[in-house]
């Protein structure tokens, strides 16, 4: 198992293996192994329009060095859709403000539009209360009819086109964490006993279906990124290691061109073969199919050197890049220090964090911070 850092041979170490070319799909490059991980942040309109301030968020991360930026989740149906100011694919209205967000992109910099349904979770945003529907009835909860599945991944698709029509180079299937696809493969919430459930094989159906259809929909030279969480951790509920493995191989053979990887932390080993982490497992399973890109508390040089040497091919950086302005700098330096939550509130504001991404923080994210008051009695 290797959840400590590999001996760092040179200071340069970190930036050599990052500022290294990855190839994403054919045509596409990026121009090194750092991804801004999909987050959440609230900047958008009610209504889902893309604003300034969302268009502000991914320039400014794009201009301090991640080559590639993947969105917060967009929302492919309303009937996914998880808080009034999710910005959303689910229309042609929203093209004209996608194209805008794209367009302003740091120039050189891969855009990745995140395709996400909340199934049988979008209650579990505050503001809004819909009929959730997923896999199969439960409590509260309306199983979709094999009709509505076939829909449901037809706005998959849909969403994807708009996104990539508007100026993305491709899309990342939203399929971690306990969202909709996540609920398809789901031991235990998906309870269904037609082609979309009991076995593995019926389980990974809709993701694999999602990863096929998409591919087959968009230009070749865009990217097809399929997300996925190694095992249960938050909200993931009935997800097994051996099978995130076997789908990360299936997604690529089915035309996945990266395979992303959610553990929530890099240095933790797997909860069901604890003599490895699970990105060392995936990538047994994955090989040189698909680069595998990882994400979980990436936050200096020493952890992303880990994260290659458990076989990740780029990184993903989610709460370092909101918390450190310049986290592509602070990753690729030996010994330099990250700002590392809880921290006052107010200093997000000179990371860039706009007051409505700072709220959703506050609200949802709350253990990152220390109370504003905490500064008086330091
Ligand atoms: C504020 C916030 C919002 C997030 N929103 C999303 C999301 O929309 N889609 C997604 O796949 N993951 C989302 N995540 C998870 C991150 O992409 C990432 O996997 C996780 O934060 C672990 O990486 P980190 O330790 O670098 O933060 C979110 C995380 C945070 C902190």
């Not at 991980?37 to 889902?48: K, Y």
């Not at 009935?238 to 089915?254: F, N, P, V, W, Y």
């Not at 890109?293 to 290659?308: Q, R, S």
């Amino acid at each position: 198992m290797r959840t400590t850092a590999p001996a760092v041979d040179g200071a340069g170490r970190s930036a050599a293996l990052i500022d290294r070319p990855l190839r994403l799909a054919a045509g596409t490059l990026a121009t090194n192994r750092l991804q801004l991980a999909p987050m959440t942040n609230r900047l958008s309109a009610v209504g889902g329009e893309i604003t300034q301030a969302d268009i502000d968020w991914y320039r400014g991360r794009g201009e301090a060095g991640f080559s590639t930026i993947v969105t917060g989740g967009l929302s492919v149906s309303p009937a996914g859709q998880l808080h009034i100011d999710q910005p959303r694919a689910d229309d042609d209205r929203f093209m004209p403000g996608l194209a805008r967000l794209s367009t302003a992109r740091h120039p050189g910099t891969v855009m990745l539009a995140q395709l996400l349904h909340g199934g049988l979770r979008v209650n579990a945003w505050e503001e809004r209360r819909a009929e959730p529907v997923g896999p199969s009835d439960g409590v509260g909860v309306r199983g979709l009819a094999s009709g509505e599945v076939e829909a449901t991944l037809d706005d998959f698709v849909a969403a994807g086109t708009r996104a990539v029509s508007a100026g993305f180079d491709g899309v990342e299937i939203h399929a971690a964490h306990g969202y909709l696809p996540a609920q398809f493969l789901s031991r235990e919430e998906n309870q269904r006993t037609d082609r979309w459930g009991g076995d593995f094989t019926g389980r990974a159906r809709f993701t694999l279906e999602l990863v096929a259809r998409l591919r087959a929909a968009l230009p070749a030279d865009t990217v097809v990124q399929l997300r996925i969480s190694a095992e249960d951790m938050r909200q993931s509920r009935g997800i097994d290691l051996d099978e995130s493995a076997a789908l990360a191989r299936l997604g690529a053979e089915a035309g996945a061109d990266v395979i992303s990887l959610s553990v929530w932390d890099i240095h933790q080993p797997a909860q069901k073969h604890p003599h490895i982490t699970p990105t060392e497992h995936v990538k047994a399973h994955l090989g040189d199919v698909a680069p595998l890109v990882v994400a979980g508390k990436i936050w200096t040089a020493e952890d992303a050197v880990l994260g290659f040497a458990q076989g990740a091919d780029a990184l993903a950086v989610g709460r370092a890049a909101i918390f450190n302005r310049a986290a592509p700098t602070i990753l690729r330096t030996q010994g330099l220090a990250a700002v590392r939550p809880p921290v006052l509130p107010s200093s997000l504001v000179h990371e860039g964090i706009a007051p409505p991404f700072l709220a959703h923080l506050l609200r949802r994210w709350g253990g990152l911070f220390l109370p504003e008051d905490a500064a008086a009695s330091a």
